[in-house]
């Protein structure tokens, strides 16, 4: 999943940043609100961690203006205000959960992942398809009943199909989603990992469209 994070704190903003990466996100982070409206515009993002308190343009304002304008895109919001008023003023605009500063890492991103689950349809944490059980919280693949060992890229490309189980997805699409802006990307990346993932799922569980691009086999 590809993350927008909007946090002009850099210290907290590093650590996030580095805290979803370690757990499977791709993260494009921005510090202030006007280049978050930007990047909004031109990146399918999963979901998006929101600070109130932005230079140019306000998180609340950002929020307000994606829910006018039709974005469902999930949104957690961060905040150092921690009344009532305050959370339902967030709420009311259009975030899907809201977290006070300070947080623990973990729950920001157990929360980060119930909000983009939600907004995918899916009430388990957990996803299936013909044998295989990927559990993206645990980090924890299992196919036929044996658990099975991928890199974060192999992880996050079966998330990304499981999650988008009747679709085509081009290559462009692939990349988009497993690679952040500063992550420099080889040509053939995605055949690479694609590749991998047959070796260890098999042939058919893949397949390709020529000319078009990838989906889950039939």
């Given at each position: 999943?590809r993350?927008?994070?909007?946090?002009?704190?850099?210290?907290?903003?590093?650590?996030?940043?580095?805290g979803?990466?370690?757990?499977?996100?791709?993260?494009d982070?921005?510090?202030?609100?006007v280049?978050a409206?930007?990047?909004?515009?031109?990146?399918?993002?999963d979901g998006?961690?929101?600070?109130i308190?932005?230079?140019?343009?306000s998180?609340l304002d950002?929020l307000?203006?994606?829910?006018?304008?039709g974005?469902?895109?999930?949104?957690?919001?961060l905040?150092?205000r921690?009344?009532?008023?305050?959370?339902?003023?967030?709420?009311?605009?259009?975030?899907?959960?809201?977290l006070?500063?300070?947080?623990?890492?973990?729950?920001?991103v157990?929360?980060l992942?119930?909000?983009?689950?939600?907004?995918?349809?899916r009430a388990?944490?957990?996803?299936?398809?013909a044998?295989?059980?990927?559990?993206?919280g645990?980090?924890?693949?299992?196919?036929?009943?044996?658990?099975?060992?991928?890199?974060g890229?192999?992880?996050?490309?079966?998330e990304?199909?499981?999650?988008?189980r009747?679709k085509?997805?081009?290559?462009?699409?692939?990349?988009?989603?497993?690679?952040?802006?500063?992550?420099?990307v080889?040509?053939?990346?995605?055949?690479?990992?694609?590749?991998?993932l047959?070796?260890?799922?098999?042939?058919?569980?893949?397949?390709?469209h020529?000319g078009?691009?990838?989906?889950l086999?039939?």
């Amino acid at each position: 999943m590809r993350i927008l994070l909007v946090e002009d704190d850099l210290l907290l903003g590093d650590g996030v940043e580095a805290g979803l990466r370690q757990t499977g996100f791709t993260v494009d982070w921005i510090k202030d609100g006007v280049s978050a409206r930007s990047a909004l515009e031109v990146v399918d993002y999963d979901g998006m961690v929101l600070d109130i308190n932005l230079p140019r343009l306000s998180g609340l304002d950002l929020l307000s203006e994606i829910r006018r304008a039709g974005n469902a895109l999930p949104v957690l919001l961060l905040t150092a205000r921690d009344t009532v008023e305050d959370r339902i003023l967030g709420l009311d605009a259009g975030a899907d959960d809201y977290l006070v500063k300070p947080f623990a890492l973990g729950e920001l991103v157990a929360r980060l992942r119930a909000v983009v689950r939600r907004a995918h349809g899916r009430a388990s944490p957990t996803l299936e398809y013909a044998g295989l059980s990927l559990d993206p919280g645990a980090h924890k693949a299992c196919y036929q009943g044996q658990d099975i060992e991928l890199t974060g890229k192999e992880f996050q490309l079966l998330e990304l199909f499981l999650d988008n189980r009747n679709k085509v997805l081009s290559r462009q699409q692939i990349e988009e989603k497993l690679y952040g802006w500063n992550q420099e990307v080889a040509s053939n990346a995605v055949e690479v990992h694609i590749h991998h993932l047959r070796k260890k799922l098999g042939a058919q569980f893949i397949r390709t469209h020529r000319g078009v691009g990838y989906q889950l086999g039939a």
